[in-house]
């Protein structure tokens, strides 16, 4: 299946839980830095975990940061991590969580004013 990737800007892109083969094609796409949002677990057995997700994405010669967030709960201190995140980012980002919407409402407030 195709990835799902939804571009918010010209450097940050959305998209729904990433499997640790796909990687390779994120990082042929242009993407740098990869921002897991989806805490381990959320989805049961069947959900990858971070550390193997951060082992791909690192073979894949991709930055990868672990900010794990709870739909409905984005804290202040989650949304100055994530903006840290993407001022520390050398190129375009991409961030994904269960269907990308919860990586996309915290890139939105990223963006407030603080």
Do not use: K, W
Request: proline share 7%; glycine share 10%; with cysteine.
């Amino acid at each position: 299946m195709p990835l799902q990737i939804l571009s918010l800007t010209p450097r940050f892109a959305a998209s729904p839980q990433l499997g640790e083969a796909d990687f390779a094609e994120v990082a042929a796409r242009g993407f740098t830095t990869v921002i897991n949002n989806r805490p381990d677990g959320e989805g049961g057995p069947s959900q990858p975990v971070s550390a193997d997700l951060e082992r791909a994405a690192v073979a894949a010669g991709l930055h990868y940061v672990y900010l794990p967030v709870v739909s409905g709960s984005i804290t202040a201190a989650q949304v100055g991590a994530m903006r840290d995140a993407l001022h520390a980012s050398a190129g375009m980002t991409l961030a994904f969580c269960r269907s990308g919407a919860r990586s996309a409402q915290l890139f939105g407030l990223t963006q407030a004013p603080d």
